[in-house]
């Protein structure tokens, strides 16, 4: 994994005009008896759900159950020439709410261009996947892009032409949209650009892909099986211990819009199936119908001086806990007085996460230590066991008690985001240490004596 991702940094160091080159990446031999985990995961049919993964043995926390190459994707920089036409279509989306996105629609394509050099891929993997049959009551392809739907006709003629592949051209035509549509599972490097968006991170090379055997994996609210990518590679990790026959569940939602009610988490979905309600829907306030604090929010707080940052992250955090209105909003009778404006929570996670970042950065570690904490306090309660957030937080309230000269406190965070991290990643320290460099890096504490060399010494 080291490896990989020093490729992928040399990647984003050689990165042109147009953006980094994809990652094309093969499972790392290691892991290579995981692409087909029949020792420990098996296929069974639960009604209501289709097929979906169960635990064939009893699955202890941290193990690896399954490591897989996309059979194509696609970065979201190569789908969309510029920002505007991904916020216009994201408005489209929240009107259509079963829209394909831009980057699903490559996908599609480049499905389709593996399945021309390869027709098996067809057979063996991509017709297997839902939907396998009534895919009359799905909603139907809405691809609103000439060129992409000029190209999907030609190579469905040049399909055609195919011995293996002759009079599959209808089927493909009508499933692929709807099995791209459904199962694609989006790639993002580490998670730890939660703490460290911006042009330097892997946000670039993000985007998504159709897997084959990961496709079965059904979601769940609480998830038992966490999942990261390292480039196009992706691993599922249990977050948990698992009893055998227990379906083995990932969240097709991000981790941290989980603790949102049943009727936010459904919107989020945007599946064709609902999760159960879970009783706090009916208590919605009025709030925004998806996160504000994205990682444009946060590189627009992150380029503002320190002390106007501070005022824009106390305004948002007011808003955020419905005691002010947002801009434009406001009237005089009002005034401050919104009440119950009921944001994201990870909004609000973001915000102290920003928070504590800027309070360090003006030498105020003692009050940043206490938003690290509580920063960990939220992730371990409202995200799925040992989530890779929490150890980012941990990372950096371990820094902070060290710049604030509580070694203690310090070693304990250290301890516990370590273990953490070596129960979900492997590779100890090492590995710990490459994939948190740069938050280290982070030029926030006055104390520069490389507090991760002392915390985190090399074994
Ligand atoms: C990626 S596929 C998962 C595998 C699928 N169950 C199958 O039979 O191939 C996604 C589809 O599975 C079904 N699904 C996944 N999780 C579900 C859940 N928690 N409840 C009901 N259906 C679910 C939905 O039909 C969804 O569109």
């Known amino acids: 994994m080291v490896r990989l991702l020093d490729e992928l940094d040399a990647i984003l160091l050689t990165a042109g005009d147009n953006g980094p080159n994809r990652p094309e990446f093969d499972v790392p031999e290691e892991y290579s008896h995981l692409e087909s985990p029949s020792d420990v995961l098996q296929l069974v049919d639960t009604p209501g759900k289709g097929k979906g993964w169960t635990a064939k043995t009893p699955l202890v926390a941290g193990t690896v159950v399954m490591v897989s190459k996309p059979i194509a994707w696609t970065m979201d920089l190569e789908a969309y020439n510029d920002e505007d036409e991904m916020e216009d279509e994201e408005e489209d989306e929240g009107d259509e709410g079963v829209d394909g996105s831009k980057s699903n629609d490559h996908v599609v394509l480049r499905v389709l261009q593996r399945i021309k050099e390869n027709p098996s891929i067809w057979f063996e993997q991509v017709s297997a996947l839902y939907p396998r049959d009534n895919i009359g009551t799905l909603p139907t392809w809405n691809c609103k892009d000439d060129n992409i739907l000029s190209q999907f006709g030609s190579l469905l003629r040049q399909i055609e032409g195919i011995p293996q592949l002759q009079g599959k051209s209808d089927e493909?035509?009508?499933?692929?949209?709807?099995?791209?549509?459904?199962?694609?599972?989006?790639?993002?490097?580490?998670?730890?650009?939660?703490?460290?968006?911006?042009?330097?991170?892997?946000?670039?090379?993000?985007g998504v892909g159709l897997f084959h055997l990961p496709s079965f994996f059904n979601h769940s609210p609480r998830p038992n099986v966490s999942r990261y990518a390292v480039g196009n590679i992706m691993w599922f990790v249990c977050n948990q211990d698992i009893p055998q026959g227990q379906e083995v569940c990932i969240s097709y939602v991000e981790h941290d819009v989980l603790c949102e009610n049943?009727?936010?988490?459904?919107?989020?979905?945007?599946?064709?199936?609902?999760?159960?309600?879970?009783?706090?829907?009916?208590?919605?306030?009025?709030?925004?119908?998806?996160?504000?604090?994205?990682?444009?929010?946060?590189?627009?707080?992150?380029?503002?001086?320190?002390?106007?940052?501070?005022?824009?992250?106390?305004?948002?955090?007011?808003?955020?806990?419905?005691?002010?209105?947002?801009?434009?909003e406001r009237s005089e009778e009002d005034g401050m007085d919104a009440g119950g404006s009921a944001w994201f929570q990870c909004d609000i996670q973001n915000l102290r996460i920003l928070k504590a970042i800027t309070l360090e950065s003006l030498g105020q570690s003692t009050r940043a230590l206490g938003l690290w904490e509580e920063c960990i306090q939220f992730s371990e309660t409202n995200m799925p066991p040992n989530d890779e957030s929490s150890i980012v937080v941990r990372v950096q309230a371990a820094l902070c008690s060290w710049d604030v000269k509580d070694k203690d406190r310090a070693r304990k965070h250290a301890a516990i985001a370590l273990n953490t991290h070596n129960l979900m990643f492997g590779g100890g320290v090492n590995r710990f240490r490459r994939r948190y460099m740069k938050e280290f890096c982070l030029n926030l504490r006055k104390n520069k004596d490389s507090a991760e060399t002392i915390l985190w010494p090399l074994q």
């Open 172 to 206: 493909i035509r009508q499933r692929l949209p709807l099995i791209i549509r459904y199962n694609v599972l989006s790639i993002e490097t580490c998670s730890e650009l939660l703490s460290y968006p911006g042009p330097t991170g892997h946000s670039l090379l993000g």
């Open 262 to 328: 049943a009727k936010r988490r459904n919107a989020m979905l945007r599946m064709d199936f609902q999760e159960p309600e879970d009783g706090s829907g009916s208590t919605d306030h009025d709030g925004p119908p998806f996160p504000v604090v994205d990682s444009d929010v946060q590189m627009e707080l992150m380029e503002m001086d320190p002390f106007q940052r501070m005022d824009a992250i106390d305004e948002l955090m007011k808003q955020a806990t419905g005691e002010a209105l947002p801009e434009g």
